[in-house]
């Protein structure tokens, strides 16, 4: 599976992007695919994850109700509608793909991360 990561960009805090993944290669329905983020300085760390089997979408507790995942199969695309954002939350944002029901670990499939910067 191949992942293309897009949406990123500067950003005034409580502003908003959408963050999109498109997959080739391998059809999206039968993986858990997730977002995560890096900091400059810091390591890579989860933001949200939706699981192949459906269901609601599990978050980090520093983006609940300000993020929301989504995924259309058809499209093999998942988007992340970031909210709100606060200066925290700049980083490299990465799209990732899983086989399991996990979803904080797992991934196999990496995209190339897109570049989220938030002034304050």
């Known amino acids: 599976v191949q992942l293309q990561a897009s949406g990123g960009g500067l950003v005034q805090a409580g502003g908003s992007l959408r963050l999109s993944c498109a997959a080739s290669?391998?059809?999206?329905?039968?993986?858990?695919m997730g977002w995560f983020r890096q900091a400059p300085g810091k390591e890579r760390e989860f933001v949200a994850a939706?699981?192949?089997?459906?269901?609601?979408?599990a978050y980090a507790d520093s983006v609940k109700g300000r993020f929301a995942m989504s995924r259309d199969n058809a499209k093999n695309t998942v988007f992340l509608q970031m909210d709100s954002l606060k200066p925290e939350d700049t980083a490299v944002y990465y799209c990732?793909?899983?086989?399991?029901?996990?979803?904080?670990?797992?991934?196999?499939?990496w995209g190339q991360g897109t570049l989220v910067t938030v002034s304050s």
């Open positions: 939706i699981r192949w089997s459906g269901g609601s979408a």
């Open positions: 290669g391998r059809t999206i329905s039968t993986y858990t």
């Open positions: 990732a793909a899983a086989p399991g029901q996990a979803v904080t670990s797992g991934y196999v499939y």
